[in-house]
């Protein structure tokens, strides 16, 4: 079986939501966590808190062995960019993109 869980919207860019993902791509669960405890970037802690998501959908599943889970797959889609802009010298504007990202978990038994 696979459980599935997701965070749309993420102010984080996809590029540097990819690199954590890269990181815990294929470990268990447990191992997953414990790497993004450490990790030192904003998307750790929201791909820690989506991954406990995704175990308690496969709590709330009775699955049998919920620390037999693994990380199957784990992408980042790129989300819509807010446009804002920043007063500059001599009446100028000058523009900031606001990156925003999709995250996706599935986990499944071993």
Do not use: C
């Amino acid at each position: 079986m696979e459980f599935k869980a997701s965070l749309n919207f993420a102010r984080v860019g996809a590029q540097k939501a990819r690199l954590v993902a890269d990181v815990i791509r294929g470990q268990s669960v447990e191992e997953a966590l414990k790497s993004l405890i450490f990790l030192n970037k904003k998307s750790g802690g929201l791909f820690k808190k989506l991954i406990e998501s995704a175990v308690a959908n496969a709590e709330y599943q009775k699955t049998r062995d919920v620390d037999a889970l693994v990380v199957k797959a784990i992408w980042v889609d790129q989300g819509p960019v807010l446009k804002r802009f920043r007063p500059r010298a001599q009446g100028r504007a000058y523009g900031i993109r606001k990156k925003t990202s999709h995250l996706n978990v599935i986990l499944a038994e071993r």
